[in-house]
Nanobody, 122 residues
Framework: QVQPVESGGGLVQPGGSLRLSCAAPGFTSSYFVIAWFRQVLGKEREGVSCISGSSGITYYADSVKGRFTISRDNVNNMVYLQMNNLKPEDTAVYYC???????????????WGQGTQVTVSS
């Protein structure tokens, strides 16, 4: 089963920016919703943002609204998460997931990448 593959994580200072990429061959058709989740060790996986397949409608968690932007390139089978004005509390492993429902509920997504670490620290 093909899985999404994330990249672009790293260490950044507070106030800095990172762009995460998700290679999602086969999942960027209008049939699929692509979402970003994040997880800190010992805590539940948190929904960050999702984007619909057909019309490109986006949704953001309140904690990232105004700072993060999700986008998709269906031609190249890529989804991106541009993260600006990063804060220490954004530190987590970020996962890309594909599903069929436009909702930030991890239970609704059945294809997951391996994750990429984002650390925001001075």
């Amino acid at each position: 089963q093909v899985q999404p593959v994330e990249s672009g994580g790293g260490l950044v200072q507070p106030g800095g920016s990172l762009r995460l990429s998700c290679a999602a061959p086969g999942f960027t058709s209008s049939y699929f919703v692509i979402a970003w989740f994040r997880q800190v060790l010992g805590k539940e996986r948190e929904g960050v943002s999702c984007i619909s397949g057909s019309s490109g409608i986006t949704y953001y968690a309140d904690s990232v609204k105004g700072r993060f932007t999700i986008s998709r390139d269906n031609v190249n089978n890529m989804v991106y998460l541009q993260m600006n004005n990063l804060k220490p509390e954004d530190t987590a492993v970020y996962y890309c997931a594909a599903g069929n429902f436009f909702v930030l509920d991890a239970r609704k997504y059945d294809r997951w990448g391996q994750g990429t670490q984002v650390t925001v620290s001075s």
